[in-house]
């Protein structure tokens, strides 16, 4: 092993609080890879929650690996990864497949799942991204987890456990009737698998380090799912339905995460949706705890979680209005109007914040130029109101080209053109910039590839194999090898047509989800 990669992971080590180390004597071992940053993985709750569930087994010993330094090494003990028995990948984004095929193959290991045998690791993966389709994957990963890892470990883990001795073909045959898994090889129907009672569980940081992104703050999620069903939306398509966890149970977790830190980072997909949203902030308060939340939706707005936010310190509230005029927001279902939009702007404007976020998205199923122009006649607006609250209140507008996503209504609508996105998106840093309001732009190109990887088929699973660089070029090199036309993705698929990610069942009907998208367009 290079010795920087043993002196950087010790020096990551040393820095952290909570970290599990187990002897592997007559343990299973599972590497839990976040392939991307220590930095961005050490912020995702979900990741440091299944680390913190597979541990609790005494027969396992599960230790986290990214995608950095010179090895793929594990950080707790520094092995590689051909040392053990499962390899589980967590996938947030689908970017980040090509950052596991590489670890694969690096380490070693064949990246295609035929090539593999009992020499080689078991490969799972799970996260939001594969559980809505997994199907560009499906010649590399052994076996997908669809849902929420709380409800499919419990007889996952009894299945490895069992049989992890045995052939892997047996294995898998297993594994593939435990409810939530999805093995390829087997051909198996998977249901989404979710958590009826959040509260019978709590979901909190358990490594803690400061060098991450919410390094400074304890995490903790206050509740999961979201009910408002945007349509272009996964969390109110694969995450339902939405649950809430007692407050009565966070303060209590609060207590614990106050030990280690002075401010609480409280998480899920709409913060202020929770109905005990205002004695969770008083509570915390009256404990002299500090709030971060990622955001906060427009509607409801708890005035007790801005004045909580204030009173803690904290610096920057984001806002997200999404699209710019009432009707392409009815066409989204985002369920918010004007007023509902420039309440929020004044009421976070008074709390004198020093920076406002707003997040919009372009390229939105029917968008014509008139939308765009709404959102910097917005924006224009929300900056002349903060103003006057408080003369230099930074306002960033975050940019953001709609990706159509399998199992939501817009799955089978089109992705815009990228001269139409870039036409949109230089529009409004004309338009804005001049006013002092900065407009950040996710990478076009690469929101085409993520479109593409979020409803493609296995025939990708050999172009993210191919490619020896994650470069635009190689990645359009390697559709053409593949055959696959890279103007799908700004294509609408027919009804007529199957679907890749049919097979999981989401539950969401396709009925369902086809009534959204036509309610959607006759707006």
């Known amino acids: 092993m290079n010795w920087k990669t043993l002196e950087e992971a010790k020096t990551k080590l040393a820095s952290e609080e909570g970290t599990v180390f187990k002897d592997w004597g007559g343990r299973n071992s599972v590497a839990l890879i976040y392939p991307n940053s220590y930095f961005l993985g050490m912020s995702n709750l979900g990741f440091q929650s299944l680390y913190g569930l597979l541990n609790r087994y005494d027969q396992i010993v599960c230790e986290r690996v990214f995608m950095e330094g010179l090895e793929p090494v594990s950080l707790e003990s520094q092995r590689p990864l051909g040392d053990f028995d499962v390899l589980a990948f967590s996938f947030s984004y689908e970017h980040d497949y090509f950052n596991a095929v590489r670890l694969l193959k690096s380490s070693g290991i064949p990246a295609f799942a035929v090539?593999?045998?009992?020499?080689?690791?078991?490969?799972?993966?799970?996260?939001?991204?594969?559980?809505?389709?997994?199907?560009?994957?499906?010649?590399?990963?052994?076996?997908?987890?669809?849902?929420?890892?709380?409800?499919?470990?419990?007889?996952?883990?009894?299945?490895?456990?069992?049989?992890?001795?045995?052939?892997?073909?047996?294995?898998?045959?297993?594994?593939?009737?435990?409810?939530?898994?999805?093995?390829?090889?087997?051909?198996?129907?998977?249901?989404?698998?979710?958590?009826?009672d959040i509260g019978s569980f709590p979901t909190g940081s358990v490594v803690l380090t400061p060098d991450t992104e919410l390094g400074e703050m304890y995490l903790m999620e206050i509740a999961r799912g979201c009910a408002h069903g945007c349509r272009f939306c996964l969390a109110g398509y694969h995450f339902r339905p939405m649950r809430y966890r007692p407050v009565e149970q966070l303060l209590q977790q609060a207590e614990q995460g106050l030990q280690s830190r002075q401010r609480i980072g409280l998480i899920s997909a709409a913060i202020s949706d929770h109905p005990q949203i205002d004695d969770l902030i008083t509570g915390l308060r009256k404990m002299e705890a500090e709030i971060s939340v990622s955001s906060v939706r427009i509607k409801p707005l708890s005035d007790t979680l801005l004045q909580g936010l204030a009173e803690s310190g904290t610096k920057t509230i984001t806002l997200a209005p999404e699209a710019g005029t009432e009707r392409l927001r009815q066409v989204i279902s985002k369920g918010?109007?004007?007023?509902?939009?420039?309440?929020?702007?004044?009421?976070?404007?008074?709390?004198?914040?020093?920076?406002?976020?707003?997040?919009?998205?372009?390229?939105?199923p029917t968008e014509t130029d008139d939308d765009i122009a709404a959102i910097a006649k917005m924006a224009r607006a929300a900056k002349d109101i903060t103003d006057r609250y408080r003369a230099g209140t930074r306002l960033i507008l975050n940019i953001?080209?709609?990706?159509?996503?399998?199992?939501?209504?817009?799955?089978?609508?089109?992705?815009?053109?990228?001269?139409?996105?870039?036409?949109?998106?230089?529009?409004?840093?004309?338009?804005?910039?001049?006013?002092?309001?900065?407009?950040?732009?996710?990478?076009?190109?690469?929101?085409?590839?993520?479109?593409?990887?979020?409803?493609?088929?296995?025939?990708?699973?050999?172009?993210?194999?191919?490619?020896?660089?994650?470069?635009?070029?190689?990645?359009?090199?390697?559709?053409?090898?593949?055959?696959?036309?890279?103007?799908?993705?700004?294509?609408?698929?027919?009804?007529?047509?199957?679907?890749?990610?049919?097979?999981?069942?989401?539950?969401?009907?396709?009925?369902?989800?086809?009534?959204?998208?036509?309610k959607a367009l006759s707006r």
Request: with cysteine.
């Open 400 to 518: 953001t080209p709609f990706v159509p996503k399998a199992g939501t209504p817009f799955q089978w609508l089109p992705m815009a053109r990228t001269g139409v996105l870039k036409h949109r998106a230089g529009y409004l840093k004309k338009e804005l910039t001049p006013r002092g309001i900065e407009v950040k732009l996710d990478s076009i190109e690469w929101s085409v590839v993520q479109g593409m990887l979020a409803r493609g088929d296995s025939r990708l699973g050999p172009v993210i194999e191919s490619m020896p660089k994650v470069t635009l070029s190689n990645w359009r090199k390697g559709l053409e090898q593949a055959g696959i036309d890279p103007e799908s993705i700004h294509q609408q698929i027919s009804f007529e047509v199957p679907l890749p990610w049919a097979k999981i069942d989401s539950g969401t009907g396709t009925e369902k989800l086809r009534s959204e998208m036509e």
């Open 115 to 196: 090539d593999r045998d009992e020499r080689h690791p078991l490969i799972i993966a799970g996260g939001a991204a594969v559980t809505a389709n997994p199907e560009p994957l499906i010649s590399i990963i052994d076996c997908f987890a669809v849902g929420e890892g709380e409800a499919i470990l419990p007889q996952a883990a009894t299945v490895l456990l069992d049989g992890m001795e045995s052939p892997r073909h047996e294995l898998l045959t297993e594994l593939a009737r435990v409810p939530g898994l999805y093995v390829p090889a087997a051909g198996n129907n998977p249901v989404r698998q979710f958590a009826a």
């Open 336 to 364: 918010i109007s004007e007023d509902d939009i420039f309440s929020a702007f004044q009421r976070a404007a008074a709390h004198k914040f020093r920076q406002i976020k707003l997040y919009f998205m372009i390229g939105l």
